[in-house]
């Protein structure tokens, strides 16, 4: 028995294999949460303005990447790093 495949929104490269699930996402309705996510792609996804919470996530995973990607101090992120 063969599955039908209702769109594209159903070839497991979308939703399906997402490797990222971002605290903003977990506040959406589900239905919104499917389309965002399953039914549009990246492209389209980045047409939608960030939100005040989106771009403070941002900000503050940057930070705690370089923060742990080059063994930095939080005075180090806020004041910058002193060479020497």
């Known amino acids: ?3 039908i495949v ?3 929104e159903w070839d ?3 939703c399906f294999s997402a490797d990222h699930l971002s605290a903003s996402q977990l506040n959406l309705s589900p239905s919104l949460w ?5 039914v549009w792609d990246a492209k389209q996804r980045k047409k939608i303005p ?3 919470s989106m ?4 900000v503050i995973g940057g930070a ?3 923060i742990i990607q080059h063994k930095l101090s939080v005075d180090e992120v806020m004041e910058g790093k002193k060479n020497g």
């Open 1 to 3: 028995m063969t599955l």
């Open 6 to 8: 209702i769109g594209k």
């Open 12 to 14: 497991k490269k979308g």
């Open 34 to 38: 499917f389309m965002k996510y399953c």
């Open 50 to 52: 960030p939100s005040v």
């Open 55 to 58: 771009f403070f996530g941002s």
């Open 64 to 66: 705690v990447q370089d």
